[in-house]
């Protein structure tokens, strides 16, 4: 079974900064997906970004991009020039390519824009 | 955009009761799932569904079962409600394979009194 860890229960960050969002995941699958989600305050949740094991470039979206470290297991979000609207809970997830499609999430991580 | 509608964004139902959660999708999505959000517990995958008929069962199953009798339509029903069951619920869907992205409803804040 594959598990998702999220170290970081809470972290804030000043507007215009950056912040890295840390999670680390535990597989004995060579192949898969790994995402990460943000579930804005009392709103839906929606995709961020995602990336696919086999690949070795790291996925960027915009302000949004990861630290993929396929040996390490490790998939970091870097949020750049942070703004008040990226105040957020942000889940990992992981998917294996066996099987049916179905994400394993860590616990998330409340991040807190200020001013 | 992709559309998944839940039908109740607040519920209030009392112990023992039969609960219906209704998820719809417009997107003709193969794929629906139903998860349980508590605090520091993250999302929990209760059952899913990749067709018409089909189900089945996620890491947390036990207490609920689902009904999916058109492509679009995906319930979850508590048989006999508890209160530890009182907790925020998403629906969401996706296209079939992989690394397809799952979409997700507003979801549902159920309290079982």
């Known amino acids: 079974a594959q598990t998702v860890t999220q170290s970081q229960p809470e972290m804030s960050v000043q507007e215009a900064e950056t912040v890295t969002l840390s999670c680390t995941y535990d597989?004995?699958?060579?192949?898969?997906?790994l995402f990460w989600y943000k579930q804005p305050p009392s709103r839906q949740m929606i995709l961020v970004i995602r990336?696919?094991?086999?690949?070795?470039q790291n996925a960027t979206e915009n302000r949004f991009s990861v630290n993929f470290q396929k040996a390490a297991k490790s998939f970091s979000l870097k949020i750049s020039d942070s703004q008040l609207g990226d105040t957020a809970m942000y889940f990992c997830?992981?998917?294996?390519?066996?099987?049916?499609?179905?994400?394993?999430f860590g616990k998330g991580t409340m991040l807190l824009v200020s001013p | 955009d992709v559309k998944v509608t839940q039908s109740s964004r607040y519920l209030v139902k009392r112990t023992g009761e039969k609960v219906f959660l209704e998820c719809v999708q417009d997107?003709?999505?193969?794929?629906m799932f139903w998860y349980r959000q508590d605090p520091g517990l993250g999302l929990r995958l209760i059952y899913f569904?990749?067709?018409?008929?089909?189900?089945e069962k996620g890491d947390i199953p036990e207490g609920y079962s689902v009904s999916r009798e058109k492509k679009e339509r995906f319930s979850l029903i508590l048989e006999s409600a508890s209160t530890n069951q009182t907790s925020m619920y998403l629906c969401?869907?996706?296209?079939?394979?992989?690394?397809?992205?799952?979409?997700f409803g507003d979801g549902t804040r159920l309290s079982i009194l």
């Open positions: 569904s990749y067709d018409v008929k089909m189900k």
């Open positions: 997830a992981f998917m294996k390519l066996r099987g049916y499609s179905t994400l394993t």
């Open positions: 969401a869907s996706s296209l079939g394979g992989y690394n397809q992205p799952q979409h």
């Open positions: 990336q696919e094991a086999y690949k070795q």
């Open positions: 597989t004995s699958e060579n192949n898969y997906y």
């Open positions: 997107m003709d999505h193969e794929n």
